[in-house]
């Protein structure tokens, strides 16, 4: 991958040269990590298809996330662009195929530093008219973060009529993270929407992470509150060196002027903020869903997830409802942390990603 910023880092890292609320804590060096990641896509193609196209998430680099190395191969050319959130992507495009799949593999070295502000309330203020005109994407619902009576009404009684949107934010997380249960800690029970749905978070008081951050990003929204999905992936310590899916995770910056975009992690912040029993339908899917593993009730972890984020993770995409580039048929993207596959004009899901990642000793690569 050719260095520099792309469009969405060149975003997200606007808020390190501005946090004049949101400094660095003093006499805590934060921490870094490194790592080697592949990504293996594996996309079946059906008998007689006469197109098959791939759009793949790459990594984003940022402030915090250095890549370097990076490569990607293919059955077939692989060319990159831009979507219209600002996401640098892979494409490949197959015409009148005759394999039974299309294989993409892409390789990269990830230098990350975790993420550390203390955030100061005083720091900021309400938006200006022409703050919230500038801001404008980020105050839009999408097709699964909606804003109806009933987000209103609930941001509404959460918030109380405060304007610092850190307080506001804070009063939004706060509530999430006390209100949802991440449903992994009773898959008996609960489960999670397939498309991360604000709507069936609010309803059903449950989901997974990205149906956390929806319903924070629904009700940020209604309550004036610029905000955005980032989507990544969390390098789990026990899943070092091995080759499987991995999933993927997502969080939140919301915008705060003067001070600019702040990180969260409602969902984490539910793992380890509230007191649940381990058992044995549990206890691995609990440990997977966090970052370093899970070491049991840590009520520290809710101030911390509030602009706060790990080392241990990767950006592959910001926002919902993609546009791509060259142009995709069928619809809107609902977003973009593995890869979207269209065959002859229709969304496929028929494809296997493969997620492998081997951390490395700082300041070494893959090829030391």
Not at 138 to 167: C, F, K
Not at 259 to 287: C, H, M, R
């Amino acid at each position: 991958m050719q260095r520099g910023i792309s469009p969405i880092g060149a975003v997200l890292s606007l808020f390190i040269g501005s946090l004049a609320g949101a400094q660095p804590q003093m006499g805590d060096r934060p921490k870094e990590a490194a790592f080697h990641v592949k990504n293996a896509f594996v996309v079946k193609v059906p008998q007689g298809a006469h197109r098959v196209r791939v759009w793949f998430a790459v990594p984003q680099e940022d402030a915090y996330s250095v890549i370097t190395n990076f490569s990607a191969t293919s059955d077939a050319p692989v060319r990159y662009d831009w979507d219209s959130w600002g996401n640098k992507e892979g494409f490949v495009e197959v015409r009148t195929p005759a394999v039974s799949e299309i294989r993409i593999t892409e390789e990269f070295d990830l230098k990350r530093t975790e993420m550390r502000n203390k955030i100061d309330p005083s720091g900021t203020r309400p938006l200006t008219d022409a703050e919230r005109l500038a801001l404008s994407r980020y105050l839009q619902p999408s097709t699964y973060v909606i804003v109806n009576d009933q987000v209103r009404a609930t941001a509404a009684q959460i918030v109380g009529g405060e304007t610092n949107p850190i307080l506001a934010a804070r009063k939004l997380y706060d509530w999430t993270m006390q209100n949802i249960d991440y449903w992994v800690k009773d898959p008996d029970h609960l489960k999670a929407s397939p498309m991360g749905s604000s709507e069936y978070c609010l309803g059903r008081k449950t989901g997974n992470c990205t149906d956390f951050h929806s319903l924070f990003a629904s009700l940020a929204i209604a309550s004036g509150v610029p905000a955005r999905m980032i989507y990544g992936s969390l390098l789990k310590p026990p899943l070092n060196g091995m080759a499987v899916d991995g999933s993927y995770h997502c969080w939140i910056e919301f915008y705060a002027p003067r001070v600019g975009w702040i990180p969260l992690d409602a969902s984490l912040a539910n793992i380890y903020g509230k007191q649940f029993d381990l058992t044995e339908k549990n206890t691995n899917l609990v440990e997977l869903t966090t970052a370093a593993g899970y070491h049991g009730y840590d009520p520290s972890k809710i101030d911390y997830y509030f602009g706060n984020l790990a080392e241990r993770r990767v950006v592959w995409s910001m926002g919902r409802d993609l546009m791509m580039q060259p142009a995709q048929e069928d619809g809107p993207v609902n977003s973009l942390p593995k890869a979207y596959v269209e065959i002859d004009g229709k969304a496929s899901s028929d494809y296997t990603r493969t997620f492998t990642y081997k951390e490395l000793s700082a300041g070494t690569s893959a090829s030391d």
